[in-house]
């Protein structure tokens, strides 16, 4: 098993061809639209994490997160790196939100670091709480709406050292993290996303073992989801008690799965992937509980269930944040356990496909909206996350990502096309504001509108920046 047969953290694009030929229906709408086709309630912006950006790993209090652990492990980071530094976005933000702002859209997503915030013995961390306040106060001041996760991927380290997200005790520690980030910045913040893509941190960290904490096995992976999925709904709840108006969502990971061929065999494995790639925490959050129907296996969690948790499971989210990236095509795989399928690489398929080896397909992008729109639970669909890593040079102080602007009009046509045809699709944050550290791939993959010299911290707009800019005037 590996990456490309469950999830993908991030995707992107680098074979183009096909894109934007001349009879592609996806082209034709945004030929001359721009941004105002989407109606004057949709919301734009771009977004970050911290951990791929603050850099600052020590400072102000800040203790060790998991991914400070896992990057100091041999082999782990792909070229070897760490995010000591990063972007240095956590001393460099006031000229990082200027260029946000230059860019445009009106909102910036960033994530809390919980190790900043609270300290190992529970208590306030002020620096880490003030720095916070600091950039959400930067935000207003440049008129932009500041929308923020509670948890993108940095466990602390002395939580993990009890079991992480496989100890049932992570639930209390998660829902009083979230009341003190309400209690902290909910007098202006009212946008909140609970948890970045739970699939990915958990069969990535707890079953795959590529990314931190860099466990393996059901044994940890069951355990790990049933907690996630529990924190999502009372860290949302715990939100909704302590700010007032909140607009309140979590975001999921997803990928459209389609059968390698058209037999029975292929198009079972696809349904069991699509279990477990879009619907294993989007259908528990309806009150649906997990897909145990189409993934039998999943019936070991009930071993982890206490009193009354198929309730607690559910939250009435007022919206649902997507992250779409790539398609995936599986075949009947009888050699791989509990799911019986495997992926056909899109390397293997002659596809567009990303830097990374995922395929390009933006009708995919449409037809997720479609997907999470149709349960009747969902309120409403915001992207809060899509891009594309490509190999950008700088030439003469320009970068010229021509494929990513490709990327950005077929996409975004995608999601017009959706919206046009009912789909409750109200928001685009693109991936990423800055080039930044991409978790176990290291520095090489680049998803920014803005480049960044990690070696001189310099920042330039890159040609898909100012296009960006020009498409939200329009």
Known sequence: MNRRRWIAATAGGLMYSGLRLKGNPLNSLLEKPGASSFGPDFTWGTATAAFQVEGATTADGKIPSIWDTFTARKKSIKDGSNATEACDFYH?????????????????????????????????????????SRLTDNCLSLGIEPWVTLYHWDLPQH???????????????????AEVCGTLLGDRVKNWMVLNEPLSFTSLGY????H?????????????????????????????QTVQHANIGTCFSCSPVDPFRETEKDRAAA?????????????????????????P???????????????????????????????????????????AASEVPATERTVPVNEMGFEINPEGMG??????????????????ENGVCVPDTVENGRVKDVARIAYLET???????????????????????????????????????????????????????????????R
Not at 207 to 210: E, N, W
Request: net charge positive; charged share 25%.
């Open 92 to 132: 460099r933000y006031p000229k990082d939100l200027e260029l946000a702002r230059q860019i445009g859209g009106g909102a910036f997503r960033f994530s809390l670091a919980w190790t900043r915030i609270i300290n190992a013995d529970g208590s306030i961390n002020q620096k880490g709480a003030d720095h916070y």
């Open 159 to 177: 939580l993990q050292d009890v079991g992480g997200w496989k100890n049932r005790s992570i639930v209390g520690h998660f829902t009083r993290y």
């Open 207 to 210: 079953l795959l073992g590529m």
């Open 212 to 240: 931190a904490p860099g466990k393996k096995g059901l044994a940890s992976f069951l355990p790990a989801v049933h907690h996630a999925a529990l924190c999502q709904a009372d860290g949302a709840r715990a939100l909704r």
């Open 271 to 295: 349904i069991r992937v699509d279990a477990l790639v879009n619907r294993l925490f989007i259908e528990p959050a309806l009150g649906m509980g997990y897909p145990v129907e189409t993934l």
């Open 297 to 339: 296996v999943l019936t070991r969690m009930e071993k982890y269930f206490k009193k009354d948790d198929a309730e607690r499971l559910a939250f009435d989210f007022d919206f649902v944040g997507l992250q779409n990236y790539f398609r995936l095509v599986c075949r009947h795989n009888a050699l791989v356990p509990h799911i």
């Open 367 to 384: 037809r997720m909206i479609h997907k999470f729109d149709a349960y009747p639970g969902v309120r409403n669909v915001i992207v809060t």
């Open 411 to 473: 996409y975004l046509a995608a999601i017009l096309k959706a919206k046009k045809n009912g789909a409750k699709v109200n928001g685009y944050f693109a991936w990423s504001l800055l080039d930044n550290f991409e978790w176990a791939e290291g520095y090489r993959p680049r998803f920014g509108l803005v480049h960044v010299n990690y070696q001189t911290q310099e920042r330039i707009i890159k040609d898909s920046g100012y296009w960006f800019r020009d498409f939200l005037k």
